[in-house]
């Protein structure tokens, strides 16, 4: 950028010396357009630089929004498995809990009553944080 603001200018002076050396001296208009050609390799240089330097943001952009969806995706995975990692933390301890392997009334569920309620209690709050998240 700083090179363009530079050189667009000094170009258009360049033209404007050479109509009027044109005028009073013939023999300097050669080295002029020598100039002007030389100011139009440059503008081409950094024409093509720019072009370049698009790609690679653009090329930049595309990594950090894929980047951006795939953690994302692994955000909401992690946080619809913490209810179950929350309660198997709990259930997996020594001590007696609410619906582990103890004598009684679980029996309703047949021979895995830790097993169905862990399940179902990991799967509701799941499924709230599912639905919030689409909404």
């Known amino acids: 950028m700083f090179f363009t603001r530079i050189v667009y200018p000094f170009?258009?002076?360049?033209?404007?010396?050479?109509?009027?050396?044109?005028k009073f001296f013939q023999d300097l208009t050669?080295?002029?357009?020598?100039?002007?050609?030389?100011?139009?390799?440059?503008?081409?240089?950094l024409g093509e630089s720019k072009e370049?330097?698009?790609i690679y943001k653009d090329t930049d952009f595309m990594l950090s929004t894929k980047t951006n969806k795939i953690l994302a995706v692994l955000t909401i995975i992690f946080t619809l498995?913490?209810?179950?990692?929350?309660?198997?933390?709990?259930?997996?301890m020594n001590?007696?809990?609410?619906?582990?392997?103890?004598?009684?009334s679980w029996n309703f569920f047949g021979p895995y009553p830790t097993l169905i309620v862990l399940i179902l209690i990991s799967i509701v709050p799941?499924?709230?944080?599912?639905?919030y998240f689409r909404r």
């Open 30 to 45: 050669s080295y002029y357009d020598d100039v002007r050609d030389h100011i139009d390799e440059i503008i081409e240089v």
């Open 126 to 131: 799941a499924m709230v944080m599912l639905w």
């Open 81 to 92: 498995s913490i209810p179950a990692a929350l309660l198997g933390a709990f259930y997996g």
């Open 95 to 104: 001590i007696t809990l609410t619906g582990g392997i103890e004598k009684g």
């Open 11 to 22: 170009k258009r002076i360049i033209i404007y010396l050479t109509n009027i050396i044109q």
């Open 52 to 54: 370049t330097i698009e």
